[in-house]
C-alpha cells in the first residue's frame, strides 16, 4: 500500500494567491513525522518544513505552512502569496520509526507547481 | 559551508561498464544516504549509513554497492551498468540522531544515463 499519496499531479495558481498541495499518508505507527521538499527545475532537493505527529500545533516556516489534520492522515502543504520563484515540483515525505532501516524517508510521487503572473 | 556535494553531475555510460558516484558533506553529520529518483516517482532509498563503518540496505539496494569512506564521504558504486540504473540520484546526510524530526538535506544530484 502507498504510504505517501499526492494526488494533484499539477497546480497551477496565479501570483500572489495562496495554494494547497496535498498529501495524505499511512501509518500504524503513533510516532512518524511528515516532511516537505521542493525541487526546481534545476534540480536540487530543499527542506522546506517539518511536522510530528505529537506536535500541537501547526508548522509554519514564513510563506509555508503545514495544514495536519492528524484524524485524516492528511499534511497538506499551503504556500501564502505564491511567487513565480514558487513554481517547482513538491514532495511530502514521512518517516514513521525511529530506529533501523525505518529511518529512510518515504517519498510521495510530487505536484508540480507553475506560478502564472 | 557547501553542504552536500555530488560527483559527476552527469554520466554516460555504456551497458555493463562501472562507476562510483561521489558525495561528500561539510556539516558533520553522522547519517548519509543514497536515493534515486525516477521520471514521475519519488525519491526511493537504495542504501544508507547511520555512522562511519557501518552501511544498510534501503528499499532498492541491488545492483549498487557503498562504500563509508570517512565520516565526511559516501560513495555508490555501480559495478556494471544498466540502463534500468538510468536515474537522477541524489546524496543526503542528516543530523546526529535526533528523534523523528531528524531533517535529510540533499546533494545536488547525478543524473546518470545507461545506453
Known amino acids: 500500500a502507498q504510504k505517501i499519496t499526492q494526488t494533484q499531479p499539477g497546480m497551477f495558481v496565479q501570483e500572489k494567491e495562496a495554494v494547497t498541495l496535498d498529501c495524505t499518508y499511512d501509518t500504524s505507527d503513533p510516532s512518524y513525522g511528515l516532511f516537505w521538499y521542493k525541487q526546481p527545475s534545476s534540480g536540487e532537493m530543499i527542506f522546506l518544513i517539518y511536522q510530528g505527529s505529537y506536535d500541537q500545533q501547526n508548522a509554519t516556516e514564513g510563506r509555508y505552512s503545514l495544514n495536519f489534520q492528524k484524524a485524516r492522515k492528511s499534511a497538506n502543504l499551503v504556500i501564502s502569496a505564491s511567487q513565480l520563484g514558487d513554481s517547482a515540483m513538491y514532495f511530502c515525505a514521512m518517516r514513521d520509526s525511529p530506529s533501523g532501516s525505518a529511518r529512510q524517508l518515504t517519498f510521495g510521487s510530487g505536484t508540480q507547481l507553475t506560478v502564472l503572473p | 559551508n557547501a553542504g552536500v556535494t555530488q560527483t559527476p553531475k552527469f554520466q554516460v555510460l555504456k551497458t555493463g561498464q562501472s562507476m562510483t558516484l561521489q558525495c561528500a558533506q561539510d556539516?558533520?553529520?553522522?547519517?548519509m544516504y543514497w536515493y534515486r529518483q525516477d521520471p514521475g516517482m519519488g525519491l526511493r532509498l537504495i542504501y544508507y549509513?547511520?555512522?562511519?563503518?557501518?552501511?544498510d540496505k534501503g528499499e532498492v539496494p541491488n545492483g549498487y554497492n557503498v562504500s563509508r569512506l570517512n565520516k565526511r564521504e559516501f560513495s555508490l558504486r555501480l559495478e556494471s551498468a544498466a540502463p534500468s540504473q538510468t536515474s537522477v540520484y541524489f546524496c543526503a546526510s542528516s543530523d546526529d540522531w535526533a528523534g523523528i524530526g531528524e531533517t535529510q538535506y540533499f546533494g545536488p544530484g547525478t543524473r546518470l544515463l545507461v545506453l
Open positions: 549509513s547511520a555512522s562511519e563503518g557501518t552501511t
Open positions: 556539516m558533520n553529520h553522522n547519517s
